[in-house]
C-alpha cells in the first residue's frame, strides 16, 4: 500500500517529474494522454451504438436466417 503523501513530498515528486521530462514534454504527455482517454470513450461510444443498432435490425437470429447458418449446439463435439 501507498504511504500517506503529504504537500511537501508531492512537492518534491513534481519537481523529480520537472528535471526529468522538462515542461515542455509534460505538457504534450497530457495532451497525448487527454486525446487518448477521448479516443477510448469514442470508441466505447459507438461500439454501444452499433450493438443497439444490431439488436434493433434484429440480431443473430435474423443473420441465421437470412444466411441460412445451422444451428450450433455446445455438445456436439
Known amino acids: 500500500m501507498l504511504p500517506h503523501l ?3 513530498e508531492l512537492i518534491i515528486v513534481l519537481i523529480i517529474i520537472i528535471v526529468l521530462f ?3 514534454r ?3 504527455l497530457g495532451a497525448d494522454f487527454g ?3 477521448h ?3 469514442k470508441a466505447v461510444s459507438s ?3 452499433e450493438k443497439k443498432k444490431f439488436k434493433a435490425w434484429g440480431g ?3 443473420l441465421k436466417k437470412q444466411y441460412r ?3 450450433i449446439s455446445s455438445g456436439s463435439r
Request: net charge negative; aromatic share 4%; hydrophobic share 35%.
Open 60 to 62: 443473430i437470429s435474423t
Open 69 to 71: 447458418l445451422p444451428e
Open 26 to 28: 509534460i505538457g504534450r
Open 22 to 24: 522538462g515542461v515542455g
Open 39 to 41: 479516443e477510448f470513450r
Open 6 to 8: 503529504g504537500t511537501s
Open 35 to 37: 486525446r487518448a482517454i
Open 47 to 49: 461500439d454501444d451504438v
